[in-house]
């Protein structure tokens, strides 16, 4: 369109607040792409999985020298052996006592503060863990030396990599993700996070609703007693199915019967003829524990943050 000489300066007027119109746009547009960028999870800390029975072991760096633990999203608090901390030189105090739940009860130890606390690629100082009277195995001739627990994990997002061996941490960003990190399918699970840091989210086990949560340090999928009671398993059934032993972390032992489901229903996919371990848990937030036998060939990612679980979909 051709302008008369007279109409050419509101013309150039006009042109340049739409310039300048699209220039705020162009800010605009930056503004949220930059908030959208920030909101992509941020890649803090890799460890290389050793299996010990499927449940995953970790190095970590504790005061400069090397430490294995057992990566244990079931458990409620970051735990070190007496004996490790001896061999560390990590000193503690027990003028007030701390606690962690176990199988057969409640671990009291002392608190401490670390001078260094390395964990595949992510350094921490002054970092406060729980020394404790725990009783774990060995992998390989070396001892485990402690438990790494939700009350670290919770500040991070966890992608469980276990049938690579791998597990990633994420810094968790400032708006809740809508996605994992991954280029394959996956849904999504809603869950809630509990006073002791822990995802807990429902399942259908043979028709009937229940709270499960991912513990990767269970080596096998367990059921509490009195919920399996609730679902109509009698005594009687349980008498007839073979017997297991659960260790806690105290080196507790608790009996234990191997029961076959018909149906486990996650997120509206069936794992049928599932066998899972009947015992008495005394879980707060959970009736059934979702251990490393479902983890070994499950891609999971735990958000604590946006309290959602991210479970990736098999082609």
């Excluded at 162009?26 to 803090?44: K, L, N």
């Excluded at 994990?153 to 994420?170: K, N, S, T, W």
């Excluded at 028709?207 to 509490?224: E, F, K, V, Y």
């Excluded at 309290?307 to 979909?313: G, L, S, V």
Aim: net charge neutral; charged share 20%.
């Amino acid at each position: 369109m051709r302008f008369s000489g007279r109409k050419q300066r509101p013309a150039m007027g006009h042109r340049c607040i739409m310039v300048l119109f699209l220039v705020g746009l162009a800010s605009i547009a930056g503004a949220q792409a930059g908030r959208a960028g920030d909101c992509e999870p941020t890649r803090r800390a890799e460890f290389s999985v050793t299996s010990m029975g499927s449940v995953p072991v970790v190095t970590v760096g504790i005061n400069g020298a090397k430490a294995e633990f057992l990566f244990d999203t079931g458990a409620e608090r970051t735990i070190i052996s007496t004996a490790a901390a001896k061999r560390l030189r990590v000193d503690a105090h027990y003028e007030y006592a701390r606690q962690m739940r176990s199988l057969g009860g409640p671990v009291s130890g002392g608190d401490a503060r670390l001078r260094s606390f390395d964990l595949g690629g992510l350094a921490l100082g002054g970092f406060r863990i729980l020394v404790g009277a725990v009783s774990l195995p060995s992998i390989q001739g070396r001892p485990i030396d402690g438990l790494l627990g939700a009350d670290f994990l919770g500040d991070y997002e966890v992608d469980l990599d276990l049938a690579h061996r791998r597990i990633i941490l994420f810094a968790a960003p400032p708006c809740p993700i809508t996605a994992p990190a991954w280029n394959r399918p996956y849904s999504t699970i809603h869950a809630n996070r509990s006073l002791h840091d822990r995802l807990f989210f429902p399942v259908q086990l043979d028709g009937h609703r229940l709270t499960a949560l991912i513990d990767t340090g269970a080596q096998l999928s367990t059921l509490d007693a009195e919920s399996a009671a609730a679902l109509g398993v009698t005594g009687a059934e349980l008498a007839r199915d073979p017997v297991t032993t659960l260790l806690g972390a105290a080196a507790e032992a608790v009996n234990s019967r191997a029961h076959r489901f018909s149906e486990l229903q996650i997120d509206g996919e069936s794992l049928r003829d599932q066998t899972i371990v009947v015992a008495r848990l005394g879980l707060q937030d959970a009736d059934l524990v979702l251990g490393a036998d479902f983890l070994h060939w499950q891609r999971v990612w735990l958000s604590y943050a946006s309290h959602q679980i991210f479970i990736e979909r098999r082609l």
